[in-house]
């Protein structure tokens, strides 16, 4: 079965730093690009950040930009966001993701981690 | 403000059937293809339509896409109650070379 299930979030002073991992089983991590999304309460999706399947690649939203970190490791099957400098705006539930046909069509989501910046 | 514009909201019957529009620009929709979720608060996204009109696997054939220039749609035909959920357009932005959503519309099945 396909899965990617996630770790870390939690509570967070403004202006701190948190680190969220997402782990993949059941497909070849490294065949696939991955997606950061998150919901902040209260709001719509919002794409985070992207890294390519050969970890080149890495694209981020205008706001993340500086701040946020994202990364991988092909041989764990794992990706990884660095969270740096937390603001308000960043809170909310946030969520790993496969990229199937290309960037916009996720096939396959984590079940989404919590954070909350005080 | 999203870059992709959704309606915030709609509401059928069911039975019915309901259109959900996605208006974007040339850099995102006009030369991307589009993806539509489904999402219920709470729990993961679900991919409906990839490829402007591809359903996902296991998606009824009651859910159907399509994309004309720089706009897309999502319909529904036959509503049931379990279709009431939060839906999103997505694609590619070559000049924000960023994924964009639409800012979801609220689907109530009545």
């Known amino acids: 079965q396909e899965k990617l299930v996630q770790s870390g979030g939690g509570v967070v002073q403004l202006g701190r730093s948190l680190t969220l991992s997402c782990a993949a089983s059941g497909f070849n991590f490294l065949d696939y690009d991955m997606n950061w999304v998150r919901q902040g309460p209260g709001k719509g999706l919002e794409w985070v950040a992207l890294?390519?399947?050969?970890?080149?690649?890495?694209y981020y939203m205008e706001s993340a930009r500086g701040r946020f970190t994202v990364s991988r490791d092909n041989s764990r099957g794992r990706v990884t966001l660095q969270m740096n400098d937390l603001a308000v705006d960043d809170a909310g539930v946030y969520f790993c993701?496969?990229?199937?046909?290309?960037?916009?069509?996720?096939?396959?989501w984590g079940q989404g981690t919590t954070v909350a910046v005080s | 403000q999203s870059v992709l514009t959704q309606p915030p909201s709609l509401s059928a019957a069911p039975g019915q059937k309901v259109t959900i529009s996605c208006s974007g620009i040339g850099s995102n929709i006009g030369l991307h293809s589009v993806s539509w979720y489904q999402h219920i608060p709470g729990t993961a996204p679900k991919l409906v339509i990839f490829d402007n009109h591809q359903r996902f696997s296991g998606i009824p054939g009651r859910f159907s896409g399509s994309k004309s220039g720089t706009s897309a749609t999502l319909a529904i035909t036959g509503l049931q109650t379990g279709d009431e959920a939060d839906y999103y357009c997505g694609t590619w932005d070559s000049r924000l070379s960023a994924v964009v959503f639409g800012g979801g519309t609220k689907l109530t099945v009545l």
């Open positions: 993701a496969r990229s199937a046909r290309n960037f916009a069509s996720m096939d396959v």
């Open positions: 890294i390519g399947h050969d970890i080149y690649s890495q």
